[in-house]
């Protein structure tokens, strides 16, 4: 069975500084997807960025970047330069192979301070 | 391009009546998955279908809840017989193709039982 592990409930970063959010994942898929969305107060669930398995390159998107490290299965997100608009909460995501849902994680609260 | 189309965005309902969520994919998208999001909590996944077909119901819930994507029209989840437990946000999802495209998020229902 998947399973997707987000650590750190909330986080606290200044403007213009870079913050990381932390994504674990188990699978024993050797083709698999993993995404991040960010859900502002608001509450909409907005695309952020996307890895596949298989994809030799970190992907980036951006002020969004990966660092996925496969051997480590971790896929974690870095948002440069943060923004005031930033706040809001992160999931990260996998995919399942079979039928394409998602299986997410708790999520991490990110707070921008000017 | 319009984005994935959810209504009502919110959905007050008393305990033992229906709700009926509506969501309108993407254009020329014709997968639907649908999520639930209890308060303080990630989204996990409910129910996949394509045009007319149940591809995947292992997150609906055994009684009181189905699904429907109509060859015309949008998908619909039906909750009959509502219970405070049902209260969440309700968002759909959609993507292209196939099951390995990214999902595009609706902006939610938040069905609130009285």
């Known amino acids: 069975a ?5 650590t750190q409930p909330g986080m606290f970063v200044q403007e213009k500084e870079a913050v990381t959010l932390d994504c674990t994942y188990d699978t024993s898929d050797q083709s698999y997807g993993l995404f991040w969305y960010k859900q502002p107060s608001s509450g ?3 695309f952020l960025i996307y890895q596949g398995s298989y994809d030799e390159q970190n992907a980036t998107e951006g002020r969004y970047s990966l660092n996925f490290q496969k051997a480590r299965k971790s896929t974690n997100l870095v948002i440069s330069a943060s923004q005031l608009g930033d706040s809001a909460m992160y999931f990260c995501a996998m995919r399942d192979p079979s039928w394409g849902k998602l299986q997410f994680g708790a999520g991490t609260q990110v707070v921008v301070t000017p | 391009n319009a984005g994935v189309m959810q209504n009502p965005r919110h959905l007050v309902r008393r305990r033992g009546q229906e709700a009926r969520l509506r969501c309108s994919p993407m254009k020329g998208h014709s997968h639907v998955y649908w999520y639930r999001q209890l308060p303080e ?3 996990k996944f409910m129910v996949y279908l394509q045009k007319e077909n149940i591809i995947d119901e292992s997150g609906m819930p055994k009684e009181r809840f189905s699904a429907e994507f109509p060859k015309e029209g949008p998908s619909i989840l039906r909750i009959q017989q509502v219970v405070r437990g049902d209260s969440a946000a309700y968002f759909c999802a959609s993507s292209p193709i196939d099951e390995q495209e990214t999902q595009y998020f609706g902006p939610g ?3 609130l039982v009285l």
């Open chain 2, 41 to 43: 909590e990630g989204l």
């Open chain 1, 44 to 46: 909409e669930m907005i």
């Open chain 2, 109 to 111: 229902t938040r069905l």
């Open chain 1, 2 to 6: 998947q399973k997707i592990t987000q």
